[in-house]
């Protein structure tokens, strides 16, 4: 069983930034594409950003896009998700997940395949960031 846990969320002001970690429980994590999404109350798990297994290629959702920076240090099998300029509306519960999707050659389906929570293999059990005006 493979084991992913989220730390670093909490309390922040508009304008503020946080750090969160994500760590597995297995080197194996480090051959899965990895990434956060979030879930704010009564909605759907929403797609934040993600980064290849390599570690060199990460993409965003629109919304956080030039504000949050997602990165991955395969020797601590740690993912962060640094958030600057944060917003009321990015106040959520933030996941981490892991995938073993199959890497696509067209770089535009595998980004579209990284960005559904369905295709991923692991969760951690999120932590909460609230962000107030």
Known sequence: ?????????GLAKAGDSLRLSCT??????????MAWFRRAPGKERDFVAAVYW???STFYADSVKGRFTISREKRENTIYLQMNGLK????????????RAPISA?????????????NYNYWGQGTQVTVSS
């Open 54 to 56: 390599s570690g060199d």
């Open 24 to 33: 597995g429980s297995q080197r194996t994590l480090n051959s899965y594409a």
């Open 1 to 9: 069983q493979v084991l992913l846990v989220e730390s670093g969320g």
């Open 88 to 99: 009321p509306e990015d106040t959520a519960d933030y996941l981490c997940a892991a995938s």
């Open 106 to 118: 067209d770089a535009l389906t595998y980004r579209a395949t990284l960005a559904n929570p369905s």
